[in-house]
C-alpha cells in the first residue's frame, strides 16, 4: 500500500529538494551530495559535506469552527544541520543557509506541496561551534510547515 501519511511524503519532498544543492546547479555548495536523516550524531569523525533532516514535533490544533470540527492544523517543524568535513567560515555558514533557503523555496513549485501545504516558515538559523577549536562546523536551520488532515487520519 502506498504512503498516505503526508508527515512521510513531506520529508521524501524536503530530502529530495536538498539532494539538489549543488554548485554545479547553480548553489553555493554541494551540501546535497550528502542527505541523511535524523542521524544521531551529525557530526561524527567520518564527516563528509552534507545535510541532516530532522522531523523534531508535530503541534496539532483542532479547528473549532463547527462546520470544520473534523478538522486538525498542523504545524511540522523541521530542523535541517548543513554538515561541513572542515571547520568553515562565517561566509561559509551564510552561503549553506542561502542553498538551504533556495532548496526549501522549490517546494513551492512541487505539486504535491502546493495542493497540500499552506505555509512555510523558516524560524531561524543558527551555527554550530566546535568547542574545543571554536570553529564554525554547520549550521542549523528551522522550517515550520502547515498543514491540515481530518481528524486523527495520518498526519
Not at 70 to 79: D, L, M, P, S, Y
Not at 116 to 139: A, F, H, W
Request: aromatic share 6%; with cysteine.
Amino acid at each position: 500500500m502506498p504512503t498516505t501519511d503526508k508527515r512521510q511524503i513531506l520529508i521524501n519532498k524536503i530530502k529530495a529538494a536538498l539532494a539538489l544543492i549543488l554548485s554545479a546547479s547553480g548553489y553555493y555548495t554541494n551540501l546535497g551530495q550528502k542527505v541523511t536523516e535524523g542521524k544521531v550524531n551529525p557530526f561524527d569523525t567520518n564527516r563528509v559535506d552534507g545535510v541532516d533532516v530532522l522531523d523534531t514535533s508535530d503541534d496539532i490544533e483542532d479547528d473549532t469552527t463547527d462546520e470544520a470540527r473534523e478538522i486538525e492544523q498542523h504545524t511540522v517543524t523541521i530542523q535541517i544541520s548543513t554538515i561541513a568535513k572542515n571547520s568553515i567560515t562565517a561566509e561559509t555558514a551564510r552561503q549553506h543557509t542561502a542553498d538551504v533557503r533556495k532548496a526549501i523555496k522549490t517546494l513551492y513549485s512541487d505539486a504535491w506541496c502546493a495542493e497540500n501545504l499552506n505555509d512555510i516558515r523558516n524560524t531561524g538559523n543558527g551555527l554550530e561551534i566546535e568547542q574545543s577549536r571554536d570553529k564554525i562546523i554547520g549550521v542549523v536551520h528551522n522550517f515550520e510547515f502547515d498543514f491540515t488532515t481530518l481528524k486523527l487520519e495520518e498526519a
